[in-house]
């Protein structure tokens, strides 16, 4: 079974940052560690998370996409999985992932949904529906693929290490939807129901929250362009999913004259990921 490392980034939601934790804790199949990224709170949350038992780390640069990317940079484990600090993961959702990373190797991440905890409660589940749905709706025709979704993701570690060195990390972009575009330029990303997440309605927030995501969304998409541009994105992964599926060439063998296979390159693992660390690049959280 892989041991799985849970990365949080924090910037002053100390309450909220306690609850995640606790039901970090009462997991079935608890995780092999717990970062909380501190991204410069000026509340409890380091405090909480040391009384959790939780690993700290600080990221002075602001911002959800390098508080998250130096997460990644410090877990250990083989899979990382990633939520947001108003979250509550349902009590399975580690086993979840752990299961679904050790029975589908050929997968290099996995998204779960997510259902709204507070706000009326006859708006939960309709406006998470709205939500998500628009979020594929947009993403999926896109990127060619399903997206990750930032509050219930998992990947393999050695997935981050072949990427890290080109992701965004401004913040004004979302780090979800820039590791969608990088990690399933090669990778398969799969969705996963059974990882359940209970997540805050904050998104709907009065004001102009909502507005500030979009916008935000929109300048993530654009930053990729014009390389990522669906029309070309989507020929350059079928022409690669093509290459992959041509047949070996044949030789004769030696002395017999019977046909071999020619032997396959070794490729990295991974969907073809170079996952050794870029050379000579700090951790960010050491910045």
């Known amino acids: 079974m892989p041991r799985t490392s849970v990365v949080i980034p924090v ?35 380091a405090g909480v998370a040391r009384a959790f038992g939780a690993r700290l780390i600080r990221c002075e640069t602001p911002g959800i996409p390098a508080a998250s990317a130096a997460g990644y940079d410090a877990a250990a484990g083989d899979v990382i999985l990633r939520l947001d600090a108003d979250c509550v993961p349902d009590a399975s959702w580690t086993g979840a992932m752990a299961d679904a990373f050790a029975s589908r190797p050929d997968v290099s991440a996995f998204t779960g949904g997510a259902r709204f905890i507070d706000g ?22 896109t990127l060619g693929h399903l997206p990750l979704f930032g509050s219930n993701l998992g990947m393999r570690r050695e997935a981050w290490l072949g990427i890290r060195s080109r992701v965004h990390l401004d913040a004004a972009l979302h ?19 059974a990882a359940r997440m209970g997540m805050s309605m904050r998104p709907f ?29 989507w020929t350059r992964r079928a022409l690669r999913r093509m290459g992959a599926s041509r047949p070996l ?17 070794r490729r990295p693992r991974d969907g073809g990921y170079d996952t050794r660390p870029s050379p000579g690049r700090e951790t960010r959280s050491q910045r």
């Open 11 to 45: 910037k002053d939601d100390d309450t909220e940052l306690a609850r995640c934790l606790r039901a970090l804790a009462q997991q079935t199949r608890p995780a092999d560690e717990v970062i909380v990224v501190d991204n410069g709170s000026t509340d409890a949350s």
């Open 120 to 141: 009326p409660r006859a708006l939960r589940a309709p406006l998470a529906t709205l939500y998500l749905g628009a979020y594929a709706a947009v993403m999926v025709p």
């Open 175 to 193: 780090d979800d939807m820039d590791l969608s575009f990088h990690l399933g330029e090669r990778g398969r990303i799969r969705h996963l129901p």
């Open 205 to 233: 927030a009065p004001g102009r929250a909502f507005g500030r995501r979009a916008a935000r969304g929109l300048r993530t998409v654009l930053v990729h362009f014009p390389r990522d541009f669906p029309p070309v994105r």
């Open 249 to 265: 060439p044949q030789r004769p063998g030696p002395q017999t004259g019977h046909v071999a296979s020619v032997p396959p390159r």
